[in-house]
């Protein structure tokens, strides 16, 4: 079992709605979650941190965290084409030691 | 505010040869940490840097050093350099203490023919 994982996708959604992205993780002391956005050929750069359970929302993105059943999503509101890009979900467990998931990779299609 | 810089950008080196990579944080941030991304993966986590120590290594060979300079820049030193090697080596910062959120610098890709 992978520590984090991410469905590759890809996940295309129209413009305008809902994209929904998920990470699951293996590691039950996890205490830090992070969402980077990385485009094609670029670095990723962060888009959202969570650390205790429920929502936690910044402009069109939410981000959700499920401890118990070792879950965290997100979700991103009003999809644009320039939200087109794969986002990677990582994770730490209170080392300094970061786990990123594979990516998913997001088609906001005009 | 400058943000993380690394150098060079692109990087062309023969198997069995040594590459040194740098990174400057961001302003303020006092961490530095390594990744290598190879296409269609996530990044893996190579080592972490604070106080000019590493204090934290992930499943990479010894082949992989680094070093942390006053000013908190950093650089990466592999050796014997491995076709499999080939990959995007990417920069973090962060700011101890401020929840661990990492910021990454552009990158530097890395062709071992």
């Known amino acids: 079992q992978k520590e984090v994982e991410q469905n590759s996708g890809p996940l295309s959604v129209p413009e305008g709605a809902i994209a929904s992205l998920n990470c699951t993780y293996s590691?039950?002391?996890?205490?830090?979650f992070f969402w980077y956005r990385q485009y094609s050929g670029k670095s990723p750069e962060l888009i959202m941190s969570?650390?205790?359970?429920g929502d936690k929302e910044d402009g069109r993105f939410t981000a959700q965290l499920n401890k118990a059943s070792q879950y965290v999503s997100l979700l991103i509101r009003d999809s644009q084409p320039s939200d087109s890009a794969t986002y990677l979900c990582?994770?730490?467990?209170?080392?300094?030691?970061?786990?990123f998931g594979t990516g998913t990779r997001l088609k906001v299609l005009a | 505010d400058a943000g993380v810089t690394q150098s060079p950008t692109h990087l062309i080196k023969t198997r069995g040869q040594q590459v040194t990579l740098r990174c400057s944080p961001k302003?303020?941030?006092?961490?530095v940490s390594w990744y290598q991304q190879a296409l269609g993966q996530g990044p893996q986590f190579i080592f972490q840097?604070?106080?000019?120590?590493?204090?934290q290594r992930g499943n990479f060979p010894d082949r992989f050093s680094g070093h942390q300079f006053p000013n908190y820049s950093s650089e990466l030193n592999v050796n014997a350099l491995l076709l499999g090697d080939s990959a995007l080596y990417l920069c973090?910062?962060?700011?101890?203490?401020?929840?661990?959120?990492?910021?990454f610098g552009p990158g530097t890709r890395l062709t071992v023919l």
């Open positions: 840097y604070y106080e000019e120590e590493e204090r």
């Open positions: 973090a910062s962060s700011r101890t203490g401020f929840a661990g959120e990492q910021f």
């Open positions: 990582a994770v730490s467990s209170g080392t300094y030691k970061y786990i």
């Open positions: 302003s303020g941030h006092d961490t």
């Open positions: 969570i650390y205790s359970n």
């Open positions: 590691d039950r002391v996890s205490q830090s």
